[in-house]
């Protein structure tokens, strides 16, 4: 089955870049999203095929997406950023999610 | 606004079938894509996808989960269901249900229910 691997936590500064990764197996050929949980919250899109961002989701989040590897990058990182995030993709007509990342702001 | 809302047992016995339906307001379960899709959390862990559903009926199933899932789904109440048999305490998470939208390889999950605890015990 496809899998997709993330790392257990990333720490960034405030106002610094933070940068996510998701890899898979010729990920790049697919379409990667991203989505951002916060504890006790359901997960929110912060990123649709692979770097596109949804109405009201800020400019600082972006995305990428190319050989094996999918990047969530969140530029000026805010306080307000700490929380899970989530990779997911497609395998034929099967959604498959990363293990999830969280990220810290110290 | 698109809402989601699940609902049913929180509390299920080991064997039996969990249940759940999800209730969709501010939009038609017939729009859009016409896929929705349910998604589970363990506590403390990831987000694992069970299934989803077309209004046509026709639906697609997590490998690890596809002998015990049953999703459907009612256009005429705006709501989905999920059955799920021989539970066991491996099936204990919070249960969500959300909306699919984009289209074929790139389907994204854009609205999503509060989530729903199931416990599965004795």
């Known amino acids: 089955s496809y899998e997709l691997t993330q790392p257990p936590s990333v720490s960034v500064s405030p106002g610094q870049t933070a940068s996510i990764t998701c890899s898979g197996d010729?990920?790049?050929?697919?379409?990667a999203c991203w989505y951002q949980q916060k504890p006790g919250q359901s997960p929110m899109l912060v990123i649709y095929?692979?770097?596109k961002r949804p109405s009201g989701i800020p400019e600082r989040f972006s995305g990428s997406n190319s050989g094996n590897i999918a990047t969530l990058t969140i530029s000026g990182t805010q306080a307000m950023d700490e929380a899970d995030y989530y990779c997911?993709?497609?395998?034929?007509?099967?959604?498959?999610f990363g293990g999830g990342t969280k990220l810290t702001v110290l | 606004q698109v809402q989601l809302q699940e609902s049913g047992p929180g509390l299920v016995k080991p064997s039996q079938t969990l249940s759940l339906t999800c209730a969709v307001s501010?939009?038609?379960?017939?729009?859009?894509?016409?896929?929705w899709t349910w998604i589970r959390q363990p506590a403390g862990k990831g987000l694992e996808w069970i299934g989803r559903?077309?209004?046509?009926?026709?639906?697609s199933y997590n490998p690890s989960l596809k002998s015990r899932v049953t999703m459907s789904s009612d256009t005429s109440k705006n709501q989905l269901s999920l059955k799920l048999t021989s539970v066991t305490a491996a099936d204990t998470a919070v249960y969500y249900c959300?909306?699919?939208?984009?289209?074929?390889?790139?389907?994204?999950?854009?609205?999503w229910g509060q989530g729903i605890l199931v416990t599965v015990s004795s």
């Open positions: 559903v077309h209004t046509s009926g026709s639906t």
């Open positions: 959300a909306r699919v939208e984009g289209a074929n390889g790139w389907f994204y999950f854009d609205y």
């Open positions: 010729k990920l790049g050929d697919k379409y």
């Open positions: 095929q692979d770097d």
């Open positions: 997911q993709a497609w395998d034929d007509s099967t959604a498959v």
């Open positions: 501010g939009d038609s379960i017939n729009s859009h894509s016409n896929y």
